[in-house]
């Protein structure tokens, strides 16, 4: 994730990272960018799958509920 971090800013792109995020059932390495036109890009690698899934877990599972409530996944 490192990686595309350095590569995305290098180009002049807005990055930020997430190293050792708990979401949902996984912890995740993730790296996000902000394209030209504003849009919001990431990139992630599993470091630990098959957690068990918790509520304190971070907000990405807050918007897969959200979402799955309002039949949106």
């Known amino acids: 994730m490192l990686a595309y971090q350095e590569r995305w800013s290098t180009a002049g792109l807005a990055t930020r990272g ?6 949902c059932c996984a ?5 996000w960018v902000v394209d030209p036109d504003g849009n919001e890009w990431e990139a992630f690698a599993v470091v630990q799958d098959n957690l068990a899934e918790v509520k304190s877990a971070s907000s990405c599972c ?8 309002a039949g949106a996944v």
């Open 18 to 23: 997430e190293m050792g995020t708990d979401c």
């Open 27 to 31: 912890v995740q390495n993730k790296t």
């Open 62 to 69: 807050a918007k897969v509920e959200a979402a799955q409530t």
